[in-house]
């Protein structure tokens, strides 16, 4: 499949979570960095969805602050807002996510130098 990303960062805000149909969708986003060896890494946030139809337990992961890996594809939105503009949006629609332990440079036996 070509449409997967792999994402590793920090949850920016608790998941919201809402019930839609017979689902519950969880959105949150998480903030990505960039270049890490350099001095003034960047940083990147990606607005991410998450889809459960029954147990939501998973989703009991997703706070602020929480190092995540999370996968999934990527959906474009078409609509029109409450103006009656067109929006066009990229989704990150995530199939799956874990808590994982940040390694650092000297977990790694590396200088930070």
């Given at each position: 499949m070509?449409?997967?990303?792999?994402?590793?960062?920090?949850?920016?805000?608790d998941?919201?979570?809402?019930?839609?149909?017979?689902?519950?969708?969880?959105?949150?986003?998480?903030?990505?960095?960039?270049?890490?060896?350099?001095k003034?890494?960047?940083?990147?946030?990606?607005?991410?969805?998450?889809?459960?139809?029954?147990?939501?337990?998973?989703?009991?992961?997703?706070?602020?602050?929480?190092?995540?890996?999370?996968?999934?594809?990527?959906?474009?939105?078409q609509y029109k807002?409450k103006?009656?503009?067109?929006v066009?949006?990229?989704?990150?629609?995530?199939?799956?996510?874990?808590?994982?332990?940040k390694?650092?440079?000297?977990?790694?036996?590396?200088?930070?130098?």
């Amino acid at each position: 499949m070509n449409n997967v990303f792999t994402l590793t960062g920090n949850i920016g805000n608790d998941a919201k979570v809402t019930e839609v149909g017979n689902a519950h969708k969880a959105s949150f986003s998480i903030a990505v960095r960039e270049n890490l060896k350099s001095k003034e890494p960047k940083t990147s946030w990606f607005n991410v969805e998450a889809w459960r139809n029954n147990n939501t337990s998973s989703f009991d992961i997703l706070k602020k602050g929480q190092f995540v890996k999370v996968s999934g594809y990527i959906k474009r939105d078409q609509y029109k807002d409450k103006n009656g503009n067109d929006v066009d949006r990229i989704v990150l629609v995530a199939t799956s996510w874990e808590a994982i332990e940040k390694r650092t440079a000297e977990a790694d036996g590396k200088d930070n130098d």
